[in-house]
Nanobody, 121 residues
């Protein structure tokens, strides 16, 4: 089975930095796109940043210039480096990956359990 496990969340003051990581493990034949989503209390989950297997990235406008997504394909790991954090970045951050578990399988979306990022003012 496929598992995604996030780490690196926490409490930081406004203007500070954090890096969250997500490792995919288990039965994995291929990983296509990976991404980070977030969900703040009372709000819908939104895509923060995405990255393809080739390294192409995209970001929600509110984090452009502050967040950087990257991945290590050899380690099945995706990172989100966050700088100049703002209180409005406070949310649970979820990792997602589009994974083919077997060579004969279709790609499916998998999710991590989430990691809390809290930015104090």
């Amino acid at each position: 089975q496929v598992q995604l496990v996030e780490s690196g969340g926490g409490l930081v003051q406004a203007g500070g930095s954090l890096r969250v990581s997500c490792v995919a493990s288990g039965s994995i034949f291929s990983i296509n796109r990976m991404g980070w989503y977030r969900q703040a209390p009372g709000k819908e989950r939104e895509l923060v940043a995405g990255i393809t297997s080739g390294g192409s990235t995209n970001y929600v406008d509110s984090v452009k210039g502050r967040f950087t997504i990257s991945r290590d394909n050899a380690k099945n790991t995706v990172y989100l480096q966050m700088v100049s954090l703002k209180p409005e970045d406070t949310a649970v951050y979820y990792c997602s990956a589009h994974i083919k578990a077997r060579f004969y399988s279709s790609y499916e979306d998998y999710w991590g359990q989430g990691t809390q990022v809290t930015v104090s003012s």
